[in-house]
């Protein structure tokens, strides 16, 4: 409700300075928790930047065809505790509605990869008062891997006939204070400086949180 009086207010500031006129309207629509929303947008046109405007979809931060922040979490949610192929099932399960396998996989991942760049940014370990005493470790285990090589020139192909099963090490990583008996966990499939790394996380984390000796 929000956003939708942003937008209209947007619209009668555009009116009120006579910089655009109106235009026709369009569809627009999106994905939610409660299923497609979909409603006729209606656009304006600034002469003076020579571009058109989309009051409503710019103020509620919405695109044709997108997702919403609460969908979003619920897709993420669930393509990170099972496979991409489940997504669909327990969105059904749950919220009644379906998104594409495809469409799980790209925004699960891309939630990861922000979750991965914060994980990067360097947080100063407490100096002052006790210095904590934390129980840091990592183990790994190999598990199998399938990876699609796409043929070069060969158009259309059959994705089937071209899969590649291997094996890798996932390493996982935990730290704790003494006594504890919730430790604060991380997993990878990098490197070993990415192990080193993830470490660093868990004991940085363990040392924000103060529950250290």
């Known amino acids: 409700m929000g956003a939708g009086r942003g ?55 919405i695109y044709c065809r997108g997702y919403s922040r609460a969908l979003e979490r619920a897709i993420t949610d669930f393509g990170g505790e099972n496979a991409f192929g489940q997504v669909e099932m327990k969105l059904k399960e749950h919220y009644g509605i379906t998104v594409p396998t495809s469409s799980a996989r790209t925004i699960t991942q891309r939630h990861a990869h922000e979750m991965y760049e914060q994980e990067k940014e360097k947080v100063k370990i407490p100096s002052k008062g006790i210095h904590p005493i934390i129980l840091a470790e990592t183990d790994g285990t190999m598990i199998p891997i399938t990876k699609t090589t796409i043929p070069e020139g060969q158009k259309p192909y059959d994705a089937r006939k071209h899969k590649e099963h291997f094996w890798r090490e996932a390493r996982l990583s935990l730290a704790h204070p003494i006594g504890s008996v919730t430790p604060i966990f991380a997993a990878t499939l990098g490197s070993v400086d990415k192990v080193g790394q993830q470490i660093r996380t868990c004991v940085n984390k363990v040392c924000r949180s103060g529950k250290h000796a």
């Open 7 to 61: 937008a209209k207010t947007r619209t009668h500031d555009l009116r009120e300075r006579g910089c655009c006129k109106k235009e026709s309207k369009k569809k627009l629509y999106w994905y939610t928790t409660y299923g497609v929303v979909s409603l006729e947008e209606q656009i304006f046109y600034q002469p003076g930047l020579k571009k058109h405007v989309r009051a409503f979809s710019t103020s509620a931060r």
